[in-house]
C-alpha cells in the first residue's frame, strides 16, 4: 500500500511562477526523500530530509518536514519548462532501517508553460 | 561514469510467458532494489539484495524472484506473466543496505508489456 499520499495530483503553473506540493505519510520515518521523474522513465533522487530536520535547501528546491503532522512540502521556486515532470516522496518507515524500502506516494504531475 | 544500466528497455511478452529484466548499480554499489511502477501510480518495492543476499522483500508473489551476481548486478524474473505485470520495472542501486537512509539511484526502467 502507498504510505505517501501527494497533493495535488496535478499542478500548472507558468514559467517562474514557484510550484508547492504537499504530501502526507502514515507511520513514523527516518528521512523523507524527493524523486522527479521524467516522462515515465528513471526516477531522480532530488533531495533527502531527515526526521530531526525541518527545513533543508537545494538550489531552487525547499524541503519541510512536520513529523508531527507527518507531512512534507517540496517548493521549486522561479519554476523553468523543464521541471516538468512527476514528483513523487518516499520515505522508508522507522523499523525498516535496515532494508532498502523505499515507500512511495502517488506523486503530483507539474506542468510548467513557457 | 556509467549510471545504473538497466536491460532491455522494452519488453513484449504474452501471458503465462517467463521474463528476466536485468541491471547493473553504479561501479561500488553492492546494493540493487527493484520496484514496480504500474502506469499513473508510484513505485512499489519488489525487492532489495545487498552482497548478493535478499535483504527485503515486497508484498508481491512467488512468481516474482530475484539474484544478485558476485559483480553486484541482478536480474528479476517473473514467470507466469499476467496482464496486470505491465508495468515500469525500476532498479535502483545504493553503496549501502540502508539506501533509504541515503538516497538512491535508479536506472531508467524497462517497460514490460504482457498482452
Known amino acids: 500500500s502507498q504510505q505517501g499520499e501527494e497533493d495535488p495530483q496535478a499542478l500548472s503553473i507558468q514559467e517562474g511562477e514557484n510550484a508547492t506540493m504537499n504530501c502526507s505519510y502514515k507511520t513514523s520515518i527516518n528521512n523523507l526523500q524527493w524523486y522527479r521523474q521524467n516522462s515515465g522513465r528513471g526516477l531522480v533522487h532530488l533531495i533527502l530530509i531527515r526526521s530531526n530536520e525541518r527545513e533543508k535547501h537545494s538550489g531552487r528546491l525547499r524541503v519541510t518536514l512536520d513529523t508531527s503532522k507527518k507531512s512534507s512540502s517540496l517548493l521549486i521556486t522561479a519554476s523553468r519548462a523543464a521541471d516538468t515532470a512527476s514528483y513523487f516522496c518516499?520515505?522508508?518507515?522507522?523499523?525498516?532501517?535496515?532494508?532498502?524500502?523505499?515507500?512511495f506516494g502517488q506523486g503530483t504531475t507539474l506542468q510548467v508553460k513557457p | 561514469d556509467a549510471g545504473v544500466t538497466q536491460s532491455p528497455t522494452h519488453l513484449i511478452k504474452t501471458r503465462g510467458q517467463q521474463v528476466t529484466l536485468r541491471c547493473s548499480p553504479i561501479?561500488?554499489?553492492?546494493?540493487v532494489s527493484w520496484y514496480q511502477q504500474v502506469l499513473g501510480q508510484g513505485p512499489q518495492f519488489i525487492f532489495q539484495?545487498?552482497?548478493?543476499?535478499?535483504?527485503g522483500r515486497g508484498n508481491f508473489p512467488d512468481r516474482f524472484s530475484a539474484r544478485q551476481f558476485p559483480n553486484y548486478s541482478s536480474e528479476l524474473n517473473v514467470n507466469a506473466l499476467l496482464l496486470g505485470d505491465s508495468a515500469l520495472y525500476l532498479c535502483?542501486?545504493?553503496?549501502?543496505?540502508?539506501?533509504?537512509?541515503?538516497?538512491?539511484?535508479f536506472g531508467s526502467g524497462t517497460r514490460l508489456t504482457v498482452v
Open positions: 561501479s561500488g554499489h553492492k546494493s
Open positions: 539484495y545487498y552482497e548478493k543476499e535478499e535483504r
Open positions: 535502483a542501486s545504493s553503496l549501502f543496505p540502508q539506501g533509504a537512509n541515503y538516497g538512491y539511484t
Open positions: 518516499a520515505t522508508d518507515g522507522r523499523g525498516s532501517s535496515n532494508t532498502g524500502k523505499l515507500i
